[in-house]
């Protein structure tokens, strides 16, 4: 490198460095952008993943049908529940237990239900002591309002139940013998 | 009272009032970085314990008090528990020479703010400060753990290289005032303070202390990312504390002695010697706090090359510079 | 009170330096030698060599044993236990010589007695500049050129030659220990 | 002069009889070897300081000042060699380098 035919670096070096000072001095008398969360609580937004709830059909009903949907999408395996069929045919579940303490608000069991029973408010303060307090049960779950799509309702669009046996509907073959292939 | 117990009445009086002084001003350096570290990076900072979080140093230390004092099994025990003493006494020991303040009359008779008027004063410093190394070199290497050991390598290094830069930077500043003497130092910069003769020197010492207090740019014995905690990642409650509070202490005492050498101590216009002292010296512990919130840390190599290829020749240079310069003003 | 003073760091030397020639563990043997180095400063302090012992504290305690201090730890040798101890056949010509030295030391102690010490004057910094710029001043020159060597032979030393096997791969080792030997 | 010089005399023979025994004791570890000639170079630098004192000139503190140079120059060389036979054999210890041994 010839000398002299490019300013000394040095000076370079010393006018980054000062850049560098002056921008950290405007700083300090920047206002503050942090949050004093106790005392101050910012509202989340309405699609904000927090809280898991269980809603109601518009008429009131439950209407998770326990299809396991959830808890099969569920990465970190916090939903489990036992089904139960009521009369004519409706399923429910029998309980519901989502353990918090492990739950990563990923959002995958709200988009896999099929009856948007399952869903997640803005609801973020759920710290307790005790880490079994996070064990919600479906007591605890389950809301009375249907969320965020007020209108829908399952079982009106699919109907209760299973009319007639396997294969005996209209335009339906019947069911093949799987032991009849064998040679 | 006789003169001789009421000699060592001020002089324990003046040790007290150093103690106090020092170690308050230390804890509560430890709040003020936080906060304006904090403002740098658009934060609040500590703000809930008293007003304006102004308790929040009384609130670390009785944290660091309650925490449990644990000894890693396999680490050299007397060692382990020497060195955040060997960390934290030369640095306050380092104030013993410091003059802080004019002279002032006290029951009839001339008291110099200062506990000892050494003769080598200059020279005592650089000694604690070459001592202090061993805090950080026993520390790590007693933790028996990889990262404190690293650390400490990395430590002896670095303390060793800039103390070399560091001496040698203040060697103009002997020749001008033509004494050892940290008072006559200081004397000698009644008119106009050294700065002016020598900024050189000053950047070279800034440069050199910011390195000896292991402070951000220079923080490679304890680089947080690399090496957990360097030196005393195996340290808790409050040995953590005597090596953390010793590393601020380090702080005001060498912005004390960078005022003393270059702004001219305690001299200036108005104010009462004392605070003139006290506000050159926070004025670089801000300085400081300024500097490690806008700099990243270097790397290794870097720094030994700034230290070893440039700092020191600098200094060496400017050593010889002011000596040409003091023989034809002196010819004249 | 002074002459206490010089026999209790006197005993805090000697007593000091006793400890780390008997213990096995590099660095505890160091930690008590700048121990050692501290108190001898004082004494140095106290016989009027402020300047002196200053530099004992800056060169012995700050650089010199943490020169060793570093060298013990780059190369890990603070194993006592793989260590080889001194055997009994090493022990006794040290023994006997230090016996006779000893002897030597204690013979002029008893033979003079204490005389009646001079009043010597304790010397300022000053002086003592001027005696060593003035008066020695070629000392200092062959001293300044002796370290330039011993910078010389020791970067020849630390450097890593390629011809063998390993050599360039781990090059920080040797590197900064030639940052080191520069200091003192 | 705070003690008579024969007492400072004696001092450094102690410390220069340490020294020694230190060196003769540990002829195998070359780290303790050093150590032991630090210790006696330092009974020297006492003696040295003390004829300053005795006799109120400089010349003595100006020797110690030059023996610590020399000590310096003379360490570093050493612990480079250290490092360097370290380097060859994995070991401190003076025995191993025996090899131009008739």
Redesign the interface.
Known sequence: MAPFTKPMPIFNDLKALATGLFVTWKHIFRRPVTVEYPDAKRTPYPRYRARIVLTRDPDGGERCVACYLCSAACPVDCISMEAAEGEGGRRYARWFRINFSRCIFCGLCAEACPTLAIQMTPDYEICERDVMELVYEKEDLLIDGCGKDPEYNFYRHAGIGVVNPRGGNPDEEPPVDVRGLMP | MTDLTLDITIHLAKIALIFFVVLTLAAYLVFAERRLLAWIQDRKGPNRVGPFGLLQPLADLIKLLTKEDFRPPQADKWLFYLAPAMAAIPAILTFAVIPFGAPVRLLGREVPLQVADLNVGLLFFMALSSIAVYGVALGGWASNSKYALLGSIRGLAQLISYELSMGLSLVPTVMLAGSLRLSEIVAAQKGVWFIVYQPLAFAIFLVSIAAECKRIPFDIPEAEGELVAGFHTEYSGMRFGLFFVGEYINIIVLGGLATTFFLGGWHGPLLPSFVWFVAKTLAFAFFFIWMRGTLPRLRYDQLMHLGWKVLTPLALVNILATGWWLMIRELR | M??AI??IL?AV??IA??F??AEKH?VH??VY?VT??FA?SV??F????P??AV??VI??AG??MV??LF??M??D?GHPER??L?GGR??W???V???V??A???T??VS????????????GVK??A???FG??GV?VEV?SL??L???V??LY??KRRNDRGEGGRRLGE?QS??R???H? | ?????????????????????????????L??L???I??ML?AT??AF??G????????G??F???I??????????A??????L?RRKKT??ADEFSELKG
């Open positions: 002074e002459p010089f026999y006197a030397t000697v330096t006793l780390a020639i590099a043997a160091i030698l050692s180095f001898l004494i140095f106290m016989l009027g060599a300047v002196v530099f004992e060169i012995y650089a010199i020169l060793f060298v013990i780059m190369l040798l260590a080889r001194p090493d022990w010509p040290a023994l010589l230090g016996a030295t000893l030597a030391a204690l002029l102690f003079r007695g204490p005389a009646a010490s001079a009043a010597g004057k304790a010397i002086e003592f001027l005696a060593l008066k020695y000392a001293i002796q370290l060597f011993a910078l032979g020791a030393l630390g040797g220990l030639l080191e030997e520069r003192p | 002069m705070i003690v008579p010089y024969e007492h400072v005399l004696v001092l450094a023979g102690i410390l220069f009889a340490l020294g020694l025994v230190c060196v003769m004791v540990w002829r195998l570890n780290i303790m050093l150590i032991g630090e210790i330092n630098m006492l300081v003390g300053a004192a005795r006799w109120g000139m400089a010349d503190q100006v110690s000042l030059v610590m140079a020399m000590t310096s120059a003379e360490v570093s060389l612990l480079a060699m250290v490092v360097y370290h401190v210890e």
